[in-house]
């Protein structure tokens, strides 16, 4: 039977890994001036570098 990517290296190297991609992936995104999706008292949000925030709309 063949391991699969996380049995090879490790639960906890494959969420180091993970971690690691996911705040380049902001860093990137916050350089760019893109917004994160983020969800604020339940109500799902771009959440942009310069502290603007606005809901996000259904259908767009």
Known sequence: ?????????GAERAQALASK??????AE??????????KIDGVWCRR???GRVEPVEAGR
């Open 21 to 26: 991609a996911v705040a380049e992936a902001i």
């Open 29 to 38: 995104a916050d350089a760019l001036g893109l917004p994160q999706v983020v």
């Open 1 to 9: 039977m063949t391991k699969s990517f996380v049995d090879e290296i």
């Open 48 to 50: 942009y570098p310069d």
